[in-house]
C-alpha cells in the first residue's frame, strides 16, 4: 500500500516502486521509435527507468498544466476577456553533474507526447551566465555556476515576459565548447505550451551577494523539480563525465578544454577533482543544496542514477 507520508512532513514520500505504480492510468503508449529517441538522450538510460520514474512523472505534470489551463479560464470568466493561455513553467534544479539536462530532455520529451500541450520548450540557465570577460573584470572566473555568475535581473525579465504571454522572447546561449556566452546568438521561445527551465541555481531566493531583489526566478514557476543524490555519487558522475569529454568534445578545435586532452588518466582525474572541490562541490553545499526542500518534487537517485524515492509536496 502507497505511505501518505511521515507524520510533519510536507512531502508525501514514495518509494521507487510505489511511484512506479502511479504510471497506471498513464494513456500514453510508446512505440519502439519512441523509446529509440529517448535512448538517444543518453544511452546510459534504462527503459525501466523511463517506466517507472518519468511516466508517472509526466502523468503528474500532465493533469497539473490541465488545472492550471482550467484556472486561467476561470480568471478569464471572472475578467469577462477572452480566453488566454500562458506557459506552463516548470524549474528543475539540483547540483552540475547530478543529471538535469536528461531529466529535462526525457521531460520535455515525454510530456511533448500529450495531445493537451504538445509544445514544450527547454531553456537551460547557463544563457543567462555572464559572458567570461565581464566575470574576468570582476575577478569571479572561478564562481562559474554561483549565484553572482548569473545575470539575474534578465533572466527574471525572460521569466516574465514569457509569462505574461509575449509572442517572442528571447535567451541567451551559452556554449559548452567555448565555455562562453556565443555573441549575438539567441534562443527564441514563442509562446510554447510548457517551458523547463533547467539550472543550478533555479530554486534560490534571495542572496546577499545579489543585491536587493524581489522578484525570483521560482516565482515564475508552477511546478519544480530538485534532482538530488548523495554528493560522493555526483562527485564520482563528475570526474566520469570529465574523463569522457577528455576523449571527445574536448578534441574539438574550438575547445576551451583542448588542453586537458594530453593530460594522463591520472591527471585528468586530479584536474576534474580540482574543479570540482574548488567550483562544484562549494556551490553545492552552499548555494544548491539549501534550496532542495523548496522544490514541489525531490527525485532522489541511487549511485547507479536510478531514482530510488520520490517525495511530493503536499503543502
Ligand atoms: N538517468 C540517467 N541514467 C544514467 N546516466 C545518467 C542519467 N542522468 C544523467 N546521467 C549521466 O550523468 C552525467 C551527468 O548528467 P547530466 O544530465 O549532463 O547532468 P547535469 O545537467 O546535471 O550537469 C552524465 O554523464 C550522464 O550521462
Ligand atoms: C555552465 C554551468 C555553470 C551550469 O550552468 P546551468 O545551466 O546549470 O545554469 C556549469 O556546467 C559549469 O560549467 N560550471 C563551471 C565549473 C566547471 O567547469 O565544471
Do not use: C
Amino acid at each position: 500500500m502507497r505511505k501518505t507520508g511521515y507524520k510533519n512532513s510536507r512531502y508525501i514520500h514514495f518509494s521507487r516502486e510505489e511511484w512506479a505504480e502511479l504510471r497506471a492510468a498513464t494513456p500514453l503508449v510508446l512505440g519502439e521509435e519512441d523509446l529509440a529517441d529517448l535512448r538517444g538522450i543518453n544511452e546510459k538510460l534504462s527503459l525501466d527507468e523511463i517506466a517507472s520514474v518519468y511516466l508517472p512523472l509526466s502523468r503528474l505534470l500532465n493533469l497539473y498544466v490541465a488545472a492550471a489551463q482550467s484556472l486561467y479560464k476561470v480568471t478569464d470568466t471572472f475578467l469577462g476577456s477572452p480566453a488566454t493561455k500562458v506557459p506552463y513553467i516548470v524549474g528543475i534544479g539540483g547540483s552540475v553533474a547530478v543529471g538535469k539536462s536528461t531529466t529535462a530532455r526525457i521531460l520535455q520529451a515525454l510530456l511533448s507526447r500529450w495531445p493537451d500541450h504538445p509544445r514544450v520548450d527547454l531553456v537551460t540557465t547557463d544563457g543567462f551566465l555572464y559572458p567570461n570577460r565581464v566575470l574576468e573584470e570582476r575577478g569571479i572566473m572561478h564562481r562559474k555556476g554561483f549565484p553572482e555568475s548569473y545575470d539575474q535581473r534578465r533572466l527574471v525579465r525572460f521569466l516574465a515576459d514569457v509569462k505574461s504571454g509575449k509572442e517572442e522572447v528571447g535567451a541567451p546561449v551559452y556554449s559548452h565548447l567555448t565555455y562562453d556566452i556565443v555573441p549575438g546568438e539567441e534562443r527564441v521561445v514563442r509562446q510554447p505550451d510548457i517551458v523547463i527551465l533547467e539550472g543550478l541555481n533555479v530554486l534560490q531566493s534571495g542572496d546577499p551577494g545579489l543585491g536587493k531583489q524581489s522578484t525570483f526566478v521560482s516565482d515564475f514557476f508552477d511546478f519544480s523539480i530538485y534532482v538530488d543524490a548523495d554528493v560522493r555519487d555526483i562527485e564520482r558522475w563528475y570526474v566520469e563525465r570529465f574523463l569522457t569529454f577528455k576523449n571527445t568534445v574536448f578534441r574539438d578545435e574550438s575547445s576551451y578544454f583542448r588542453r586537458y586532452v594530453d593530460l594522463t588518466e591520472e591527471e585528468a582525474i586530479e584536474e576534474a577533482e580540482r574543479i570540482w572541490n574548488e567550483i562544484n562541490g562549494p556551490n553545492l553545499r552552499q548555494n544548491i543544496l539549501p534550496t532542495r526542500e523548496r522544490a514541489q518534487l525531490i527525485l532522489e537517485k541511487s549511485s547507479r542514477h536510478e531514482v530510488r524515492k520520490v517525495r511530493l509536496r503536499k503543502i
